[in-house]
């Protein structure tokens, strides 16, 4: 990537973690509980108060949300230490499900609440992700896919230190 892109998109990232919408990590997702779609009864999102969120909003029948879960997987298979993805399904349970179980994903899916509807908003197009730093800060949404390249760029810093950790640990 031109040096000069990395910057304005560095910069863009610094600015926008500099104004978050929720603040002081008072975000409100943390009180809420889901119904879980996998082998959990509930989701909390306030147990993962102290990783940075990537709460991903989907629907059934969503292709490109399967792509987005391929490669939320294999980043969450190399940064889980820090970084925690969260499926949240909006539309018919049983067509979510249908979704969760063909992509193998291991982080945490759940069905969105009304409460969450009304925190969030619903969704203009899927997938639909909410970018949360380790303090609760919101950072950014993203509407629509990112490839798996993207997103180890976007958080390069946050799987380097789990690398260094891994790499420590084993040597």
Not at 41 to 62: A, M, N, W
Not at 73 to 89: I, K, M, S
Not at 113 to 137: C, H, Q, R, W, Y
């Amino acid at each position: 990537m031109n040096k000069c892109v990395r910057q304005v998109a560095f910069a863009c990232t610094v600015f926008l973690a500099s104004f978050p919408l929720w603040g002081a990590g008072n975000n409100p997702l943390y009180s809420l509980e889901l119904d879980a779609l996998m082998n959990l009864e509930r989701v909390s999102l306030g147990d993962y108060k102290h990783q940075i969120l990537v709460v991903t909003v989907f629907e059934p029948q969503c292709p490109w949300c399967m792509k987005q879960f391929k490669a939320l997987e294999d980043l969450y298979q190399n940064c889980a230490n820090h970084l925690q993805p969260v499926a949240v399904g909006v539309g018919d349970k049983k067509g979510l499900k249908e979704i969760v179980y063909k992509t193998k994903i291991s982080f945490p899916a759940a069905v969105a609440s009304p409460d969450f509807i009304a925190m969030v908003g619903e969704p203009k197009a899927t997938p639909f992700s909410l970018i949360i730093d380790d303090n609760g800060d919101l950072v950014t949404t993203i509407e629509g896919y990112v490839p798996l390249a993207k997103l180890r760029y976007a958080f390069q810093d946050v799987c380097l230190a789990d690398a260094v950790a891994q790499t420590s640990i084993s040597g």
